[in-house]
């Protein structure tokens, strides 16, 4: 029995994957129980690392702090990839302010975390450590952690400590305060559901009519005459002809007596416009439909190389040939079809029009998913490649002690979002599968996350007993704190609906839990859409913000 004492308990390579597979295994299998409908979920990794490390169980720290830094590159990196695409569009229109708030969370939280530092005299790495699980964000601890092992040289243990301490009611922290905002302001979720439909349908939104033309002053005249006599914006969408003929009409289509057209334009406009034209008709989707009989509609993947990086104006599908743009998914996400849109390799869009148009159109974005599914590993290796040295370079700035680096965490990201956004533009294949990211994704947070306990458990108990414990209602409070503020600012100043307030707080805690629990309980979208609006900012942030505060 040599061989298994040996293997349990040396110092060898394959102990060191034995006890991190078994602490991954034990870690996402606890996972997966729900209290509540809550769960911690990969977090588990963390406190088995922690258990087994306080009964021996540990690895050599070289290879734990490698098995750390690699986890944590490819969590972050995949994330920024992940992100990127969304991540400047997050700041326009309505997403500005939902973005601000989130701002305000992360600064307050911040704020409160310094107050507690000095007021209690606590070392600022462990409260960096609390407030890192208090607002459930693993890449601001692994930022801090590799921060603090550049200047000091060592790794302090406490910061994953705190970081364990205080991540359970950071999870609950979240729930708790949303459901209590429903109860300070008597909210009706049903009444809240029909106000937020009537958002949606303001005078301001697009809505669909269709139009027989009956003005003879129209007749003969291009879509984009009439759109310049009108001097009220539409879009005609699909143009049916007396004579039975049914086409996607361009700006140079010529309209004629009797066609009739199906138009897009603002609810505002919509009784203008079909007055101008001629008359309204009742023909809803479904009639469309049928009198589609010569046109259809099919999802194309872009495959193609040559078409990545390339916009939807320079491709000129709609004028080449003849065909509708009508969306872009893109890593779940739907995107406007505006000319200035640049396609990326993985790109769905949605075209209807002639079936042999579309397949010249099939042709060019090449739409061949099994190319997809090859691993572009390129662009990943050598995204790290210069995430590293970007987060490697020192930068100086005034007040503090030591320069500024973003470190592994910090760079990898930086680069991630910036060559998932831009590279596209430059021929850059930057597209890696849902699954594939989400996998790389998992295994880098598990790596790193078990790495963290097998290293933290030694005195954990010990500095839990002698005051940490008072680490919990540190992090409660840097949790609720600044929730409060925001969500009271929220629906009193700024008049947002329940359901945004939910997804601003999930997304500027990057917390995955409460968004499962908020949308499994009222099951509204626009949860998820305010949580991916602030999602990348709250993530940029909370990374940054963790080492500028160890420093």
Request: aromatic content about 8%; some cysteine.
């Amino acid at each position: 029995m040599n061989w298994l004492d040996s293997l349990l308990f040396s110092d060898s390579v394959a102990h060191a994957i034995l006890i991190i597979s078994i602490v991954i295994a034990l870690g996402i299998m606890l996972g997966k129980i729900k209290v509540f409908g809550i769960s911690l979920g990969v977090t588990w990794i963390l406190f088995i690392g922690i258990i087994l490390s306080h009964f021996g169980f540990t690895i050599n720290p070289a290879v734990r702090s490698f098995v750390s830094d690699l986890g944590l590159i490819l969590f972050v990196f995949s994330l920024g990839l992940q992100v990127g695409p969304g991540f400047f569009a997050s700041f326009k229109e309505g997403g500005l302010k939902l973005n601000m708030l989130a701002v305000l969370i992360v600064v307050l939280g911040v704020g409160i975390t310094v107050a507690i530092h000095f007021i209690t005299g606590t070392p600022m790495p462990t409260m960096v450590g609390v407030m890192s699980g208090a607002v459930t964000n693993t890449p601001g601890l692994g930022a801090a952690q590799q921060t603090v092992t550049d200047i000091t040289g060592s790794l302090d243990q406490t910061i994953a400590m705190g970081y364990a301490v205080a991540y359970p009611l950071g999870v609950v922290g979240v729930i708790l305060t949303l459901l209590g905002v429903r109860a300070f302001f008597r909210i009706n979720i049903n009444k809240e559901k029909e106000k937020v439909h009537q958002q949606e349908t303001n005078p301001d939104s697009a809505c669909k009519i269709a139009v027989e033309v009956r003005n003879e002053a129209i007749c003969g005249r291009t879509i984009r005459e009439v759109d310049e006599l009108l001097a009220r914006h539409f879009v005609v969408s699909r143009q049916y002809h007396p004579d039975g003929h049914m086409e996607i009409p361009t700006s140079d289509s010529v309209v004629g007596m009797g066609d009739k057209l199906l138009v897009i334009t603002s609810a505002a406009n919509a009784e203008v416009v079909s007055a101008f034209i001629g008359r309204r008709l009742e023909m809803d989707q479904a009639t469309w439909e049928k009198l589609d009989t010569n046109l259809v509609s099919r999802r194309l993947v872009v495959t193609n190389s040559s078409v990545n990086g390339k916009s939807l104006g320079e491709l000129n599908i709609r004028a080449q040939f003849g065909l509708n743009i009508t969306r872009v998914n893109r890593a779940g996400i739907d995107l406007t079809a505006s000319p200035g849109l640049h396609l990326q390799l993985g790109d769905r869009i949605m075209v209807v029009g002639a079936q042999s148009a579309i397949d010249k159109v099939a042709r060019l974005v090449g739409n061949q998913a099994k190319k997809l599914r090859e691993p572009k590993l390129i662009p990943i290796f050598i995204g790290i490649f210069f995430g590293i040295i970007v987060g490697s370079i020192p930068i100086m700035l005034p007040g503090l002690g030591q320069p500024l680096k973003l470190g592994l965490a910090g760079g990898s990201l930086v680069v991630a979002i910036l060559i998932a956004r831009f590279g596209p533009n430059f021929g850059m294949v930057t597209y890696t599968t849902a699954s594939s990211n989400m996998m790389l994704r998992e295994v880098g947070i598990a790596l790193f996350l078990a790495a963290v306990g097998l290293g933290a458990g030694e005195g954990f108990v010990d500095a839990v007993l002698g005051g940490g414990y008072m680490w919990i209602l540190y992090g409660f409070l840097i949790t609720v704190i600044p929730l409060i503020i925001v969500c009271i600012l929220a629906r009193a100043v700024f008049k947002f609906d329940y359901f945004a307030i939910s997804g601003l707080v999930c997304g500027s805690h990057t917390n995955p839990t409460a968004l499962a629990f908020m949308n499994t309980t009222f099951d509204e979208s626009r949860i998820a859409v305010a949580y991916a609006t602030v999602y990348p900012l709250a993530m940029f942030l909370r990374v940054i913000v963790a080492q500028l505060m160890v420093l």
